[in-house]
């Protein structure tokens, strides 16, 4: 079956700018976690959806949300981009029984 | 409060010398427990699950062992390819949240 899938790979913005990132989960998984890594805090979480419903939050600013679609899909939006946003964005899928995640690739996000 | 802890930090091998990395945990109900193998610039990935005391799983060159306070992830005569950052997650049974350790960068040398 096909993986977490997300786009784009590779991204480069400048101070200021928003960024709208996707991931489509693994077919039949409802639940989607968005986590931030940098090489200096490891895996950070920010988000998780289920059923359309932002179920649990990190500790990021509002610049930082989310949302889930209908199809699962979901999207996080960055306003106002920061240097310091620049990490490799990953999104993760699950199916809430308990079988544990599954990420994508991930996007490199970059901000100049 | 809920924390992931990993160690060593990082850890250098020679190749065919076997060595163990260890991950404790607390967490208020444990659901289960993930290791992954994470290579730069890629998403991590998933090796094994495990979701009581006692239980053991294996793959390849590599074992997951866990306790009701951590869990060991043995390699047995690594190779270079081996080398990666492995991650460690619990999963509470309270509103299913995700935790993860800071990983061990593994370095395996010919």
């Known amino acids: 079956k096909a993986g977490v899938t997300q786009t784009p790979r590779y991204l480069i913005k400048t101070r200021g700018q928003q960024v709208t990132l996707s991931c489509s989960p693994i077919?039949?998984?409802?639940?989607v976690s968005w986590y931030q890594q940098t090489p200096g805090q490891g895996l950070q979480f920010l988000f998780e959806?289920?059923?359309?419903?932002?179920?649990n939050k990190g500790n990021f600013p509002g610049r930082f949300s989310g949302r889930q679609f209908s199809n699962s899909r979901s999207e996080m939006n960055v306003s106002t981009l920061e240097l310091g946003d620049s990490a490799l964005y990953l999104c993760?899928?699950?199916?809430?029984?308990?079988?544990?995640?599954?990420f994508g690739s991930g996007t490199r996000l970059t901000v100049v | 409060e809920d924390q992931v802890t990993q160690s060593p930090e990082a850890l250098r091998l020679q190749e065919g010398e076997s060595s163990s990395l260890n991950c404790s945990y607390t967490?208020?109900?444990?659901?289960?427990l993930f290791w992954y193998r994470q290579d730069p610039g890629k998403g991590p990935e998933f090796l094994f699950t495990?979701?009581?005391a006692g239980e053991e799983k294996e793959k390849e060159r590599l074992k997951a062992t866990l306790t009701k306070k951590e869990s060991f992830l043995h390699i047995t005569a690594p190779k270079p390819e081996d080398s990666a950052t492995y991650l460690c997650?619990?999963?509470?049974?309270?509103?299913?949240?995700?935790?993860f350790g800071s990983g061990t960068k593994l370095n395996v040398k010919p």
């Open positions: 997650a619990v999963q509470a049974r309270n509103f299913n949240k995700f935790y």
């Open positions: 959806y289920f059923s359309e419903t932002q179920r």
């Open positions: 993760a899928s699950s199916s809430n029984d308990g079988g544990g995640y599954t």
């Open positions: 967490v208020s109900g444990l659901r289960g």
């Open positions: 495990l979701y009581s």
């Open positions: 077919s039949g998984h409802r639940s």
